[in-house]
Structure formats: structure tokens, C-alpha cells
């Protein structure tokens, strides 16, 4: 392997051995093979937006959009663990939603109380992945049902806790990490949901590309009867897949109740947004292939096509199915070139 | 070369696609501050400027009833006799709801059982919840029917035409039915009780911005989602007033209700037009969204209008908003019970029971600042004096 190609964001691209002294037309057209996808329909998504609005581009409206897009990407970049080691896991939605009401009932607007939540909160996360985790792996039941089950008893429990509406209100200390920022000089303000997003990646992918663990997860989900003889202990791994993805929706669902305040459906419809982003980053439904980079680009694709949208002034009904095309569009452009190099 | 030809097909396909959707729809690009805005559109199908006049009228109109108990009050009734529904003995009210599936109705539902508790003479109140599907509320009006134990029927029917044949049945088991909150297309309900309604929400919020916000200021209208007759009548009124006025309405999106999203609306909307001078919400829960979208992006909160929830009121109270909350009063879910005792007392009742609609105002605005009740609690509940307050509605005491 002499090159790794891609930018140091984009791992699980296929890294492609490029042979010195080759004429530069195709060796550049390599190169950009070995990109994911996804960054090539991101960029050209946002090259539209800019073409439409030239402002998007300039650095406080991007680290704005970034911003919005945070809790997906988190989200996307926890749920790919799941996704490749070959389950689902349906309750995060329900579970950003339980942490921004619980979050708001147990503080009531206190910031005083804001540094035993969170911990606490992230601990109740853990529970749920594991739990979720332990059901499909011990119990044997799909995760696809466990996991929808899981997200029952979430929003049933958080219903029956709240009488249907949430009750407090989210410190100002706690809501900083979704809705301010640090002030840069010039640039204007780097939200801490950016830098939280940027840590979140940067150590997921770690875990995911670069650790013994990482690979285990790749081998559970591609293959568990060889992972699991080759010495992987499968239902671990899977398990603690899982426990990621739930850690994962509590960051989320801090970064989301920072940035919309206390609504009882907070998290309504992430599951399948973030299942949607980490397919468009050509993560395979049934495991074995995905990767933590290409998810937080696919959560950036699905952000900016809505953008993108809003800024044509489509109607509504036009605009569902425009994304819809688009998002079917980029998953099977993401499909074929990954036949292609694989 | 047969694949790479394939895929390079296919995206430029896709790009064709995207830029094409939006040249057919883009805006008329005119005027000299940015790009103008898309207008108000097309008027809704729902529509119907007889009942718009009439709301309008009824915004005046003094209701008879005491001053102090809106919930009693009513506009321009039109009584009608109930001698034949008379029934002696304590009564099992029967209640099909269609669903308790948001702060709104929690408080409604909240507020109507303190109210059944107040009447000794009701033995029970029988309530089911049709979780906000139409067939379930089909078969649990047809399952109180056939329980026999009814004295009366309540329904807030969860749409209008799906539901008018099951309480056409109702009506004729001979037991006296009142529906509330929306209507459906029969007149054989003893009373059908209701606010003003939505022309007369949508209409106080438009004109309030109308006032407030200068010649050819930019108006940007969020809505919840289109077909939904409640919602309809809110913004097909703000667009006849919109219409007559001098100002800007540069947009007019649905939010699904979706605070997340009401923030990349309005913080796209800043980008693309530098300001916006007034917002325009058919319904309040996202108003505290909009607001702090401009305060997120170091703007001044602009004239707004909202609803009658907590957050929002505190909001305008703290941060000194222009703002104005027109409200459809959850108070009305106390009105049925009344409704049905009076019935089966043989007493009068109103054929179409109007309810007041109040608007708050800066000037009124402390009066329904409630600080130990919860931010999406409706202040417009009616329910400050009954026993239980604030605990049961979610509140501190």
C-alpha cells in the first residue's frame, strides 16, 4: 500500500494501491474512486447551495448549518456500529427524546444540576444499548424488533412519566453545548455541537478503523460464523455495538435539547433519519461494511438536501419527493461504486 | 468504459433534475432589496368567506354568560330545548376522545376531568382514547353505545367527515350527544361547542403584524402542515389580511411542527434576506424556536406572534418581545360537562355553543404568566380555582 487515499475524515474508503510513474489522468481519477461516494454528492450539494445562496459557504453560516447538523451526524456515527455488525437499532429517536424530557425534569431549569446530569444521563444511555444489546444477542430476538420495542417502552415510559407533557425546563449551562459556541476572532462563533461533533468522529473512528475492537465489529457483522471461530466473541461486540449507539443518542439528544428547548418529540423520526445517513455513507443493511466518516457525511448530505430544498422554494409536496428521489439516488450511486471497488 | 458512462449518466441526471425543479418554481425575481418573496399564494380550499365574515364579527361581539367563567359564556346563542333528554338520578357521562396526544389536549382532558369531579351528581366518567385514529373512535363510540350505561355522549371527534356517521348513530340512540372542539357535518348533536375558531386566530395574528411591521417589511409564515381544515382556516385568514396590507410575506413553509426544523427555516431565511421583520405562526409550540433563532444568530427577536403556552408568555415577558398570542382556550373542555348536566336537567343550551376567544396582549400579559405551571402548560385553561391546581396540571405548588 503506498497511498491512502481520501481525506484523513473520510476512513473505510477502500484504500487503493496506486502504482508510481502512472500518466496523472487516471491516477487523479483513482484517487477520487477511493473518496466515499457520498463526499462527491455532499460536495456537489453544497456547491448547489452556494450557488444559490453564496452566503451558505462564508464561515458563520456554514458553522451554523454544521451546528443543526450535529445530532444527526452523532447519531449516524453511533448507529453505524450497530449497522455493521449486522443489527438495527430503532430506539435512539425515542431516546434523544427521553433525554431531552427527562433532562428538563430532573434539572427544572437549574443549572446547578447541570454536571451530575449529564453523566447520569449518559449512564441511562449505556443502560438502553445495553439492554438492547443483551435482549438480541442472549434473548435471540432481531434486533429489529427488540430495538422497536425498546423505543415503545421508551416513549410509553416517558409519556406516562410526564403525563404527556414535559414538565421543567433545560439550564441555560446545559443548552450551550447545542445552541452557543466559542468566539472566534473573524470567524464569528465555533459552536460547541462542532467541536463536540468533530471529538465524537474523530474518537468513533478511532475505535471503528483503528482498534482491535473496530475490526471485531467489521468481522461480527461481515461474517459471524468466521469471526466467531477465528476467537471474536460475536455477541459481545454486538452488545457493545449497541451501547455505543445508545451513548451516541445522549450526545444527540444533549446537542438537540441545547439547540430546540424542551419539546415533547424531539427526537421523532431520527431513527430511520440516522439509519438513512448511514446507508447513504454505503453502509450495507445486514453488516459488514460502513464506516464512522462517511455517516457523519451522510447525516450532512440528508442536512443540506433539506437546505437545499428550502432554498429552491419548492412546494412541500414537490419537496418530499425531490428528497426522496435524491435520497435513493445517492444510496444507489454509493451501492455501485461500491461493487465497483470491492 | 460501459459502467463509469452509466454512473456519470445518472448523477448528471440527478443534478438535471434538482436544477430543473428549480427553475419551474423559483420566484419572480424582482425588487431591489434581495430576491422578493413568494407571495401568499394560492387561497386554501377550505376557504369559505361567510364563515370568515362571521368570525371576524364575532371577534366583537359581547358573549352573555358571566364575565368570569368564559368556559359559561356564549356567543349569539341560539337556545334550544332539551325537555325530552330529562333524566333524574346521578348520570355516567361518556366521553370519546379522539386522542391525548399533545400538551394541548393534556390540558384539555386534564381540565374536563377536575370539572366532572366538581359535579356530585355525575356517578362517572367514562372516557376512551381513540389515540388519534378515526377507526378506533368509529368502534368506540359504537362500544359506549352498546355499553347501555350512557346518560349522555361527549365526542371530540378526531376529522370531521370520518366521524359523521358514527355520530349520526349515536344520535339516533336516543341519548343526547355534544361534540366540542372540532366539528362534523350533521346537526343532530343537542349542542355542538366550540371557540370563535380559526379564522378569527389567524386573522388577530396577521393584523397584529400588519400593525407593527412597516411598509414592504418581510413577513415570513410558518405553518404546521397543509389539509388540515383547523390549520387551513388559520392561514387562509392571515393571507386575506397579508393580501390587503403593504407588507412582504417573502415565505411560506411548513415546519411539521418541529422545532429543529423551525430554526433552519427561519436561520435559512435570515441568510437569504439579511432580516425578517415579522413572523407569522399558525399555531404557538414553535414560537419559542423561532425566537431563539434570531437571537442565535445576533438578531433582534422581530413582532411575532405565538399561543397562549407558558414558555412563549415567559419568553415575551424576559426578553420584552413585540408580540401577540391569539388563542383557541382549552377552557372549551369544560364546557361539555356543563353542557350535559344542563341537558339532562332539562334546561336550555345553545344549538351552536360559540365560546369567547381571547387574544393576549402586552396589556393583559401578566394576567396569564403562570410561573409555577409548566412551559407547555395553556394558560388559557379556566382551571387557576378548581381543586388540584397546579399540581394535577403538571405545576408546583
Known amino acids: 500500500m503506498t497511498t491512502t487515499a481520501g481525506p484523513p475524515a473520510a476512513p473505510g474508503a477502500q484504500p487503493s494501491a496506486v502504482p508510481r510513474g502512472e500518466p496523472a489522468g487516471p491516477r487523479a481519477r483513482r484517487l477520487l474512486r477511493a473518496v466515499p461516494p457520498i463526499w462527491l454528492v455532499l460536495a456537489a450539494v453544497i456547491l448547489l447551495i452556494a450557488w444559490r445562496n453564496p452566503t451558505f459557504v462564508e464561515p458563520a453560516p456554514f458553522l451554523a448549518f454544521l451546528r443543526r447538523c450535529a445530532p444527526l451526524a452523532v447519531l449516524a456515527a453511533g448507529q453505524v456500529f450497530v449497522i455493521i455488525a449486522g443489527e438495527f437499532d430503532l430506539s435512539v429517536g425515542a431516546l434523544v427524546t427521553a433525554v431531552v424530557v427527562v433532562a428538563a425534569r430532573l434539572s427544572d431549569g437549574d443549572a446547578a444540576h447541570t454536571w451530575w446530569l449529564i453523566p447520569l444521563l449518559l449512564a441511562a444511555g449505556a443502560l438502553v444499548g445495553l439492554v438492547n444489546g443483551l435482549v438480541t444477542t442472549r434473548l435471540r430476538v432481531p434486533s429489529f424488533i427488540a430495538t422497536l420495542g425498546m423505543l415503545l417502552v421508551l416513549s410509553g415510559a416517558v409519556f406516562l412519566w410526564s403525563g404527556g407533557a414535559p414538565r421543567g425546563s433545560l439550564a441555560d449551562n446545559f443548552r450551550q453545548f447545542g445552541r452557543f459556541g466559542v468566539e472566534l476572532p473573524g470567524l464569528g462563533q465555533l459552536p460547541y455541537a462542532v467541536l463536540t461533533l468533530t471529538a465524537v468522529g474523530i474518537g468513533l473512528w478511532l475505535l471503528l478503523s483503528h482498534s482491535r475492537f473496530g475490526h471485531q465489529v467489521y468481522a461480527a457483522g461481515g461474517n459471524p460464523q468466521a469471526a466467531a471461530l477465528s476467537g471474536v466473541d460475536v455477541r459481545r461486540v454486538r452488545t457493545a455495538a449497541f451501547v455505543i449507539s445508545g451513548l451516541s443518542a445522549v450526545v444527540a439528544g444533549i446537542l438537540l435539547g441545547g439547540f430546540t428547548g424542551v419539546t415533547a418529540e424531539a427526537g421523532a423520526g431520527y431513527e430511520f433519519q440516522a439509519i438513512a445517513a448511514v446507508v447513504l455513507g454505503g453502509a450495507v443493511l445486514g453488516g459488514g461494511r460502513g464506516s464512522v466518516g462517511a455517516s457523519v457525511a451522510g447525516a450532512l448530505t440528508l442536512q443540506s438536501v433539506f437546505t437545499l430544498l428550502n432554498l429552491l422554494g419548492l412546494a412541500k409536496s414537490l419537496r418530499d419527493a425531490v428528497q426522496g428521489l435524491i435520497i435513493i439516488g445517492a444510496a444507489a450511486y454509493a451501492a455501485h461504486r461500491l461493487r465497483r471497488s470491492g | 468504459m460501459r459502467r463509469p458512462m452509466r454512473y456519470r449518466l445518472a448523477v448528471l441526471g440527478a443534478a438535471v433534475l434538482v436544477a430543473a425543479a428549480g427553475c419551474t418554481s423559483t420566484a419572480p425575481e424582482e425588487g431591489d432589496d434581495g430576491p422578493a418573496g413568494s407571495g401568499t399564494g394560492q387561497q386554501s380550499s377550505f376557504f369559505v368567506q361567510a364563515d370568515y365574515d362571521r368570525q371576524i364579527a364575532q371577534r366583537d361581539t359581547a358573549p352573555t354568560g358571566p364575565a368570569d367563567q368564559p368556559w359559561m359564556q356564549a356567543i349569539n346563542p341560539q337556545l334550544v330545548d332539551t325537555a325530552k333528554h330529562k333524566k333524574s338520578g346521578r348520570h355516567t357521562i361518556c366521553f370519546s376522545n379522539a386522542a391525548v396526544n ?296
Open chain 2, 102 to 397: 399533545n400538551p394541548w389536549r393534556v390540558v384539555g382532558w386534564t381540565t374536563m376531568q377536575a370539572e366532572a369531579k366538581l359535579h356530585p351528581e355525575i356517578a362517572t366518567l367514562t372516557a376512551v382514547d381513540a389515540e388519534g385514529k378515526d377507526d378506533k373512535q368509529i368502534s368506540d363510540i359504537d362500544g359506549l353505545l352498546a355499553s347501555k350505561k350512557c346518560s349522555a355522549l361527549i365526542v371530540s371527534p378526531n376529522t370531521t367527515a370520518a366521524l359523521t356517521p358514527a355520530v349520526e348513530k349515536a344520535c339516533q340512540a336516543n341519548l343526547p350527544v355534544i361534540v366540542f372542539d372540532r366539528g362534523v357535518n350533521t346537526t343532530c348533536p343537542v349542542t355542538f361547542i366550540h371557540p370563535i375558531g380559526g379564522y378569527a386566530f389567524g386573522a388577530t395574528a396577521a393584523e397584529f403584524l400588519t400593525s407593527k411591521v412597516k411598509k414592504d417589511g418581510k413577513i415570513l409564515a410558518l405553518r404546521i402542515l397543509p389539509g388540515v381544515d383547523v390549520l387551513e382556516t388559520r392561514w387562509s385568514a392571515a393571507k386575506v389580511i397579508f393580501d390587503k396590507s403593504d407588507v412582504d410575506v417573502v415565505g411560506v413553509e411548513f415546519t411539521d411542527g418541529d422545532a429543529a426544523k423551525v430554526k433552519t427555516i427561519v436561520n435559512d431565511y435570515l441568510e437569504r434576506y439579511g432580516s425578517i421583520d415579522g413572523v407569522w405562526m399558525d399555531a404557538g409550540a414553535t414560537s419559542v424556536a423561532a425566537a431563539e433563532a434570531f437571537e442565535d444568530a445576533g438578531q433582534q427577536v422581530p413582532a411575532i406572534t405565538g399561543e397562549d403556552q407558558q414558555d412563549f408568555l415567559r419568553l415575551w415577558q424576559d426578553k420584552k418581545l413585540t408580540a401577540v398570542a391569539p388563542t383557541y382556550p382549552t377552557y372549551q373542555w369544560r364546557t361539555p360537562i356543563i353542557a350535559a348536566l344542563d341537558i339532562l336537567a332539562g334546561k336550555q343550551v345553545p344549538k351552536e355553543w360559540v365560546l369567547p376567544q381571547p387574544t393576549i396582549t402586552q396589556d393583559n400579559l401578566s394576567r396569564y404568566l403562570l410561573p409555577q405551571l409548566p412551559p407547555l402548560h395553556y394558560a388559557l385553561c379556566g382551571c387557576e380555582q378548581m381543586p388540584g391546581f397546579p399540581q394535577n396540571w403538571g405545576g408546583n405548588q
